[in-house]
T-cell receptor, first 112, second 116 residues
Framework: GENVEQHPSTLSVQEGDSAVIKCTYS??????FPWYKQELGKRPQLIID?????GEKKDQRIAVTLNKTAKHFSLHITETQPEDSAVYFCAASMDSSYKLIFGSGTRLLVRP | EPEVTQTPSHQVTQMGQEVILRCVPI?????FYWYRQILGQKVEFLVS????????KSEIFDDQFSVERPDGSNFTLKIRSTKLEDSAMYFC??????????????FGPGTRLTVL
């Protein structure tokens, strides 16, 4: 079955710097890749997603890139703010199975 | 904005007891899911549900688990005989039908299950 690897497990950046989180997936049939932000004790919330028919998507300070050949996708956060501090999960799914397979999460700390 | 709701927020039970976790998906959504997250770990898929039947289930979703949509609004997860290792946060999620299949999954706030 599908397996999603996520790196790094923790990331500490200075406010204003950029943060990059990377994920790889194993099943080439995966075609939907969402990113969720989870604050402590809260529900995962979708922050951006990308489908396999595009290579990049941007929403203000957040962007996601997808390399289908290499089977990896990345989350980019620019001009980080302390409120960006949270755990970020990548996930993958495919049309034949709508379940989300999550990565192991990245704890992002933005230092003021 | 509509949200997925879950009750209770926290459930404490004795090992071997049955628990029912309840979810109210977003009203126009057609796909429903249960996930669990053991403390400090990643979110894991349990089961998906569409058109009043299970679409897919994971290895975790063994015979002690069952799901039901008893009416037009609720979606429940039952654990028949709880074990210590069932302690986790259980998230319900729902999604509507998009152009190419289910759309974005919206998660509920979760039920923290503690098995003693």
């Amino acid at each position: 079955g599908e397996n999603v690897e996520q790196h790094p497990s923790t990331l500490s950046v200075q406010e204003g710097d950029s943060a990059v989180i990377k994920c790889t997936y194993s099943d080439s049939a995966s075609n939907y890749f969402p990113w969720y932000k989870q604050e402590l004790g809260k529900r995962p919330q979708l922050i951006i997603d990308i489908r396999s028919n595009v290579g990049e998507k941007k929403d203000q300070r957040i962007a996601v890139t997808l390399n289908k050949t290499a089977k990896h996708f990345s989350l980019h956060i620019t001009e980080t703010q302390p409120e960006d501090s949270a755990v970020y999960f990548c996930a993958a799914s495919m049309d034949s199975s709508y379940k989300l397979i999550f990565g192991s999460g990245t704890r992002l700390l933005v230092r003021p | 904005e509509p949200e997925v709701t879950q009750t209770p927020s926290h459930q404490v039970t004795q090992m071997g007891q049955e628990v029912i976790l309840r979810c109210v998906p977003i009203s126009n959504h057609l796909y429903f899911y249960w996930y669990r997250q053991i403390l400090g770990q990643k979110v894991e898929f349990l089961v998906s549900f569409y058109n009043n039947e299970i679409s897919e289930k994971s290895e975790i979703f063994d015979d002690q688990f069952s799901v039901e949509r008893p009416d037009g609004s609720n979606f429940t997860l039952k654990i028949r005989s709880t074990k210590l290792e069932d302690s986790a946060m259980y998230f319900c999620a729902s999604s509507r039908m998009g152009a190419g299949g289910p759309d974005e999954q919206f998660f509920g706030p979760g039920t923290r299950l503690t098995v003693l």
